[in-house]
């Protein structure tokens, strides 16, 4: 459970899972929540796991521990998967203190009955704690991505405690040190993980990485995903990145299809962007995919091109939730173009259009509105389209 001299690995696995918050599909990888034991003369741990694994971390607790007792629980976030374990640790190391910001302390008295008056310990930007032989530094990272977060700094061996940031999909399986484990499947997650759930806090992502642009940072302990000691330029690259909803060149085509006549639309326009010479086309029906994987997809590519068909004149729901979804997140910076069908009387491409303007993206080329089923006019119109996106994308490469 080593992770540097002084800092051990007490977090568990969730193989389980299938939707993490009951929309997220980690059904294939899992999900770990991470927490850590700090070993001064002084003993902190950092946070605790979500309410299903309580009693699998305070073993993992009382292994590492070895007989000594806990002088401090560090939380860093209040979300349930990090906090349920609060009541259950302040019970069995009654001599514990409880070290948190103000903002978590306000969110302990709803989640728990009790902010723990008597044992508490309100930390903010620039407070130390000295555990003897080490010495931890909190700075306050505000709706990263709740507003009571915080990260802690161990001074001492540059050890970053970064709550959900830098966090990934992914249960670790044995291996908790990035230098241990085959980390492939680890980078897209990191992408659907940010996109999705830290995707609307861009700005405060980025004020956070420029409070810790002068850490001497050895090793990050986030509370989900890898222990990262090799890698951790590479993962704050990702961070900033995706917080800059910077992207590549590339074009995600989602849409919605009854019977296939939306669906040819979406695949005579992916054809006519790879004539174009854009390789990146990743296509999603909106039945099929998780919506975090499209999300994800979005965050990565420059390019959105959406198509819908008209339902009970309306734009199909899985899109409409689509829609939402992009919205929520205030993504920035992307080209949109349209499309979509009807059968009697057209709402879809209408509805687009008012996406189009909430969202801000830049449109290209026109709106393909389609009448039941293709035509030679519709496929003109669908590579139409396709040639204003790529020739947008293209401008970029100058
Ligand atoms: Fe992993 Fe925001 O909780």
Redesign the pocket.
């Known amino acids: 459970m080593e992770i540097t001299k002084d800092i051990r690995y007490v977090g568990v696995d969730d193989h389980d899972i299938d939707l993490f918050e009951g929309q997220y599909d980690v059904s294939e990888n899992g999900m770990a929540?991470n927490s850590y034991v700090i070993l001064g003369d002084k003993i902190a741990v950092a946070d605790s796991v979500d309410a299903g694994f309580v009693d699998e971390w305070l073993g993992n607790l009382e292994t590492v521990l070895d007989g000594r007792t806990p002088d401090y629980l560090v939380v860093h976030?209040m979300?349930?998967?990090?906090s349920a374990g609060i009541a259950a640790f302040m019970e069995r190391y009654p001599q514990a203190q409880i070290v948190a910001s103000m903002g978590a302390f306000r969110m302990m008295v709803n989640y728990f009955g009790t902010d723990y008056p008597e044992r508490k310990m309100v930390v903010k930007e620039g407070d130390v704690l000295d555990l003897g032989g080490l010495t931890l530094a909190f700075c306050m990272i505000p709706m990263v991505?709740?507003p009571e977060?915080m990260m802690t700094f161990d001074e001492t061996e540059g050890v970053l405690f970064s709550?959900?940031g830098f966090?990934c999909f992914g249960t670790l399986d044995g291996g908790f040190l990035d230098t241990r484990m085959n980390l492939d499947k680890y980078w897209d997650e990191m992408v659907r993980y940010y996109s999705n759930?830290v995707g609307k806090y861009g700005s405060p992502v980025q004020k956070a990485l420029a409070k810790l642009g002068g850490l001497p940072i050895s090793t990050i302990c986030s509370?989900?995903g890898p222990v990262w000691t090799d890698n951790i330029a590479k993962v704050i690259g990702i961070y900033d990145r995706l917080s800059r909803y910077a992207a590549e060149e590339g074009v995600v085509i989602v849409y919605g299809s009854m019977y296939g006549n939306t669906e040819q639309m979406a695949e005579a326009i992916a054809a006519e962007l790879s004539v174009q010479g854009i390789k990146n086309i990743v296509m999603h029906n909106v039945s099929k995919s998780n919506p975090s994987y499209i999300i994800a997809d979005i965050f990565k590519y420059r390019g959105l091109i959406i198509g819908s068909p008209t339902y009970s004149n309306q734009i199909y729901p899985e899109i409409e939730s689509l829609l939402s979804k992009i919205l929520v997140r205030e993504v920035k910076g992307r080209y949109l173009g349209y499309f979509g069908s009807f059968c009697w009387a057209g709402a879809a491409v209408k509805r687009m259009g008012e996406f189009a303007e909430k969202s801000k993206f830049e449109i290209v080329g026109d709106p393909v509105e389609m009448k039941q089923a293709m035509k030679d006019i519709t496929y003109e119109q669908c590579e139409n389209l396709a040639r204003a996106m790529a020739e947008r994308l293209k401008k970029d490469r100058q």
């Open positions: 929540y976030h979300e349930p998967d990090h991505h709740w977060t709550g959900d966090g759930i509370t989900h």
